[in-house]
């Protein structure tokens, strides 16, 4: 069974940093694109950022530019996004998807991810 799985959202105060991992059984990685989406309370999902197949070209959400960064090890089957500076507009369940393909238009149309994970909670607040 394929999965994706999501973890290191917990609770953290405006300023601090957490680390997401996304990892697989069933899939690997290095594969896929793969990007981070997340959704807070009463807003539709969005995307955070994609770490693209092919040359592992990388692409955030214009707000979250210099304090999120995605990578990749695929020696551990893993995708990271590291989160700094959080603010308590961050707060929300944290999502990875992937797509077997580097994405036709924009990277954030989650229409062309087929694999999701659970998601992992992440609460900014002090």
């Known amino acids: 069974q394929v999965q994706l799985v999501e973890s290191g959202g917990g609770l953290v105060q405006p300023g601090g940093s957490l680390r997401l991992s996304c990892t697989s059984s069933?899939?690997?990685?290095?594969?896929?694109?793969i990007a981070w989406f997340r959704q807070a309370p009463g807003k539709e999902r969005e995307g955070v950022s994609c770490?693209?197949?092919?040359?592992?070209?990388?692409y955030y959400t214009d707000s979250l530019k210099g304090r999120f960064t995605i990578s990749r090890d695929n020696a551990a089957n893993t995708v990271y996004l590291q989160m700094n500076n959080l603010k308590s507009e961050d707060t929300a369940v944290y999502y990875c998807?992937?797509?077997?393909?580097?994405?036709?238009?924009?990277?954030?149309?989650?229409?062309?991810?087929?694999?999701w994970g659970q998601g992992t909670q992440v609460t900014v607040s002090s």
């Open positions: 998807a992937a797509c077997p393909y580097d994405v036709m238009g924009p990277w954030f149309e989650q229409s062309s991810y087929d694999y």
């Open positions: 770490i693209s197949l092919t040359d592992g070209s990388t």
């Open positions: 069933g899939l690997t990685l290095a594969h896929y694109t």
